[in-house]
Every structure is written in structure tokens, then in C-alpha cells.
């Protein structure tokens, strides 16, 4: 075991992948010789060299289409997305081709690339550097799309993108860049799947289910919780595409109430898709109405403001009262 952060551990993971296989590439802007805008691919080049981590043009749309001929020559690509507001100038790369030319040529092709997107908010800064994304291309078919939350799932979770057939969306919550703890390096890849998700806080009362940048604050709130006599079950999804929903119709038919809680906006993200497959499922179960603690419908607010907008620890305890009956509706919206 050793201790890491959550950025070294990505780092360390990319290391590994590269070693255990030659066909691995990273590219984007400033990977190289700068080691990446976040430092995830410091001292990478020097290791591999310049053909291996290729710093590229400020073209999103071209990096990842150099990214599709690359997987079309058998190479497994790994793209780095500076910030997750830069990424739609690709989106079309992404959504058109690389989810698509696998079931296009039938199988005959693979697209195994790994797309890394440093998202969420909570560093300070402006739009184009503080959006979640994610719910775009899990609305895509064709895409994997996982978020880890602690630097030995970003160590596992990273390896398991790259040795992947299918193309993956890598969501990394900025904020946590910083976060030590222990990593076990020798950790087996199929431990845990990639398409798995985790109870991180068992509970009996209500589930509470997140990923990525919110899973600490969520097992703040099983904390507090439990000293207000509450049992909250924290689900940590990992998996945003698929989404491990035996794991939580399970625990939904334990708790009888479900509560779900990203950053990212509410109308048409994955708290609406996930509240509604549940009710679908498990609705003799409940025992009240799903409840969704997201980021508001706005864009995303200045730095000044975003506190307000991004869910945290008392505005998810509110969701968990309301999904209890202990109060009529949400902070921040009108009775």
C-alpha cells in the first residue's frame, strides 16, 4: 500500500497501462513537456517518450480524430480533455464515430480509446471549466462512462478504461486532485468491474445514491445522519454508463426511499433516468417519491456563486428529510 493522491494515483495508473502494453498512447494539449494543465501526465514523456505522449494542437475535434485512426491501427489512445467545457468542440468525434464504428463495421472494428474529462466545480472557476457533461454521452449507446471517487478506484478504474474494447468516457472530479489516502498497487483489475458499483456506507432508511465529486459529501451525510438517529446506505455508482442498478434496487427495496444527488443540472440528467428506472422497478418498495439534489438549471453561476449552486452537505440532508416526510419541499425551491 502506499499513499497517494488522487491525481498521482491517475498518474500512476497511466504508467502501468503504458508499460503493460506498447499500443498505449496519450495525447492532448500540454501532456507532454508541461505534464498536463493538472500535472496527471508529469514525467510521463520523459519515461515514454515524445511518440507515446504526444502533445497535440489546441483542436479538440482533431485529437480525437487522430485518436479514431490510431484505434483503426490497432492502438489504444488515451485522450485528455483540458477542462469538461472544452470538450463539445468533439463531441461530434465522440458521439458520430467512436461510439458508432464498432456496430458499423459489425464488430470488425474496435474503438478501444479512453477520453479523460477533468469535470465539476468546486476549484473556483469560471463556465467551461466547472460543467458536468456526463449525462450527453451516457445518452449515447456505444459509450462506457465511469467516474471514480478515491485515488484507488482512479488507479483500478483507469487501467480497466484502457484494457477495454470499448470506447470510455473518464470523468475525474478536479476537486478531489488533492485527496491522499492508500492505494494498493497490486490491487486485481476484475476485483471490482468496471460496470460495478459500491455501497460505501451501509444504511436501512433511505438510499442515497452519487459518484465522483459528491461521494465524500455524501458519506458526510451518513455521518451526520446517524447522530440524528438516520441510517442513510451511500452508493457510490463508479459505473455511470451502464449503471449497476441491481445494486440499487437492492438497497431500494430495503431503505423504500431513494435519493439522488450530482452537480450537474437537473432537467434530463441522470438523476431523472435513474429515479425513474427505480420507480419502474421497484414501486410496490417505496415508500415515497424519489428525490433529486443536483445543480440548478442555470449555466454554470461565476466562481463567487457556485457554492450556492452545487449540492452540499446540508442541501443533501434536505433531500434526505423530504424523502423521510420531515419537510414539504427542497432548499432553494418554492412550496
Do not use: W
Not at 17 to 33: F, Q, R, S, T, Y
Not at 254 to 260: A, D, H, P, S
Amino acid at each position: 500500500m502506499q499513499s497517494m493522491t488522487f491525481g498521482r494515483a491517475i498518474n500512476a495508473g497511466l504508467h502501468k497501462a503504458m508499460e503493460n502494453d506498447p499500443k498505449v498512447i496519450l495525447m492532448g494539449e500540454d501532456v507532454g513537456k508541461l505534464g498536463g494543465v493538472f500535472r496527471i501526465t508529469d514525467g510521463l514523456q520523459d519515461h515514454f517518450g515524445a511518440n507515446r505522449v504526444v502533445d497535440t494542437p489546441l483542436a479538440e475535434a482533431g485529437i480525437m480524430g487522430s485518436a479514431v485512426g490510431l484505434a483503426y491501427r490497432g492502438y489504444r489512445p488515451v485522450v485528455e480533455i483540458q477542462f469538461d467545457g472544452f470538450i463539445y468542440p468533439a463531441f461530434d468525434q465522440i458521439v458520430c464515430q467512436v461510439a458508432k464504428l464498432h456496430y458499423r463495421t459489425q464488430g470488425r472494428v474496435h474503438m478501444p480509446i479512453t477520453i479523460r474529462v477533468p469535470f465539476g466545480g468546486g476549484i473556483g472557476s469560471p463556465e467551461h471549466h466547472s460543467e458536468s457533461p456526463e449525462a450527453y454521452f451516457t445518452h449515447t449507446s456505444g459509450l462506457r462512462v465511469v467516474s471514480p471517487s478515491t485515488p484507488q478506484d482512479a488507479y483500478v478504474l483507469i487501467q480497466q478504461a484502457i484494457a477495454s474494447n470499448d470506447p470510455v468516457l473518464y470523468f475525474e472530479p478536479k476537486r478531489r486532485y488533492h485527496v491522499k489516502r492508500e492505494v494498493d498497487e497490486a490491487m486485481e483489475l476484475g476485483a471490482l468491474p468496471m460496470g460495478s458499483g459500491r455501497v460505501v456506507v451501509p444504511g436501512s432508511d433511505v438510499t442515497l445514491v452519487t459518484y465522483g465529486p459528491l461521494v465524500p459529501t455524501a458519506m458526510d451525510a451518513a455521518e451526520a445522519g446517524a447522530e440524528d438517529g438516520i441510517s442513510i446506505e451511500v452508493i457510490d455508482l463508479r459505473s455511470l454508463a451502464p449503471i449497476d442498478y441491481s445494486l440499487i434496487e437492492a438497497s431500494v427495496r430495503k431503505t423504500g426511499r431513494l435519493v439522488v444527488s450530482h452537480e450537474a443540472s437537473q432537467t434530463g440528467g441522470l438523476g431523472a433516468e435513474i429515479a425513474t428506472t427505480i420507480t419502474e422497478r421497484c414501486f410496490e418498495y417505496l415508500e415515497a417519491a424519489p428525490v433529486r439534489v443536483t445543480g440548478f438549471d442555470i449555466p454554470y453561476p461565476p466562481s463567487k456563486l457556485e457554492s450556492h449552486h452545487l449540492p452540499d452537505l446540508d442541501r443533501i440532508l434536505d433531500g434526505v428529510d423530504l424523502a423521510l416526510g420531515r419537510r414539504a419541499t427542497l432548499l432553494g425551491q418554492k412550496g
